[in-house]
């Protein structure tokens, strides 16, 4: 088991060094952009770092290049829907890089049909 400051040091890594398709979603899910929705940027969530995670929803935003393994993600994502209740979307670079708006239309379609997580407007956790 990966401690969780080992956790904590690779998702400040990875924020300092994102991928273009990362820098590109997030200038579109920073500040609730997306309807009114707060992401984080590489949260950890057990020995797991999201790419992008919204805490009200439960909702993980994952970013998968060709070197991902379709197997093993579905495994990673029950895992994570076991354990935590949260649900994992996945987009490919492709589709961050080439279809911006489908991303994010997809992305608040899931969001909008989710429960709240807490019923007041407080968003600190």
């Given at each position: 088991m990966v401690s969780r400051r080992t956790?904590?040091?690779?998702?400040a890594a990875m924020r300092r060094e994102p991928?273009?398709?990362?820098k590109r979603l997030w200038r579109y899910l920073s500040g609730a952009k997306l309807g009114g929705l707060?992401?984080?940027?590489?949260?950890t969530i057990g020995n797991r770092v999201a790419d992008f995670f919204c805490p009200a929803k439960g909702l993980?935003?994952?970013?998968?290049?060709?070197?991902h393994d379709r197997e093993r993600d579905a495994?990673?994502?029950r895992q994570i829907?076991?354990?935590y209740g949260y649900r994992t979307i996945r987009v490919?670079?492709?589709d961050v890089l080439g279809n911006m708006d489908g991303v994010l239309q997809h992305i608040?379609?899931?969001?909008?049909?989710?429960?709240?997580?807490w019923s007041s407007g407080n968003t600190l956790s």
């Open positions: 956790m904590l040091e690779r998702a991928t273009e398709a990362e707060k992401f984080r940027r590489q949260a993980i935003i994952e970013i998968d290049g060709n070197t495994a990673l994502d829907a076991a354990q490919t670079n492709e608040e379609d899931v969001a909008c049909r989710a429960p709240d997580r």
